[in-house]
């Protein structure tokens, strides 16, 4: 059975953080009373989350953590695994390693979304080879510590490299590393790949994560996207990972993750019940 959880940041977040609630306490708060299972926590580095409290908090609401999710990185720091500058490299990769700590204790699981970097001015080759270095590099720690990261195909107007779920799996092969898998983002999904649930099908055994937000990046059912299709291929397919809600906060936040809930838990519950 799927799992909701909802992307969230603490107030010191960049405006152009992509989550839906701001600060941690009061997210994990009011999250747990819309009814999600989990919070996903967007960070700049492991610094910015209070692990003592932040344990505190979500057992309080009884909570979890879904993923540590690091757009920031790029977003805010202007670091990637592809910048040809070795310094630069080097910084990612200790802020990489610290959330890989944070994560050990907090979801086991990181995304790769932004900061993973462009292609850029690079021939394809070096950017993806810095890459895949990276990657390997980052994953061998990881599995350590019983951590997985997760690739998001993000859309061809965000980043040049990586767009659509093959080339994901193509990119985990090259890695091949057991702890680094796929995260779909319905979101681009629907501007990127051929098929949406055809796609999430055909590559259901490396997905580890997935992202909800509709067509126009609304709560689900702003939107067009067929979430009762494709969550009963999810649910056909034996996915049993958690869905992130990761979406505008508008027309505000309590509206917008209200809505998910209100729209995705029902289609959840009822193939949960016809299953049984
Ligand atoms: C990150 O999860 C994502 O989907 C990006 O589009 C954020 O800009
Ligand atoms: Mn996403």
């Known amino acids: 059975m799927l799992r909701l959880s909802v992307a969230i940041a603490d107030t010191a977040a960049l405006p152009n953080t992509f989550v839906v609630f701001r600060g941690f306490e009061s997210s994990i708060r009011k999250a747990a009373a819309l009814g999600f299972g989990g919070v996903e926590l967007a960070v700049k580095t492991a610094d910015d989350v209070d692990r003592a409290k932040s344990r505190q908090w979500l057992e309080e609401s009884g909570l979890q953590v879904s993923c540590i999710s690091t757009g920031q990185v790029y977003a805010g720091l202007g670091l990637s695994f592809t910048d040809p500058d070795p310094v630069r490299r080097r910084r990612i990769r200790d802020i990489f390693i610290g959330l890989i700590e944070l994560a050990e204790e907090f979801g086991q699981l990181i995304n790769i979304g932004r900061a993973r970097g462009p292609i850029g001015a690079a021939p394809r080759d070096e ?18 510590r019983n951590v997985t990261l997760v690739i998001e195909p993000v859309n061809r107007y965000e980043l040049d490299f990586i767009n659509t779920l093959a080339e994901g799996v193509d990119l985990i092969g090259k890695v091949d590393r057991r702890n680094l898998k796929l995260m779909p983002d319905v979101f681009h999904m629907n501007i990127e790949d051929s098929s949406i649930e055809g796609e999430l099908i055909r590559h259901i055994d490396q997905i580890a994560y997935i992202h909800f937000a509709d067509s126009n990046r609304l709560a689900p059912g702003w939107g067009h996207l067929d979430f009762p ?9 034996g996915y049993r990972g958690w869905a992130a809600v990761e979406i505008l906060p508008k027309p505000d936040p309590d509206s917008a993750a209200r809505q998910a809930v209100q729209f995705l838990q029902p289609i959840i519950k009822s193939l949960e019940t016809r299953r049984k």
């Open 229 to 237: 299709r494709l969550i009963a291929a999810l649910e056909r397919a």
């Open 127 to 144: 950017a993806e080879s810095r890459f895949i270095e990276m990657a390997r590099d980052l994953c061998d720690g990881a599995a350590q």
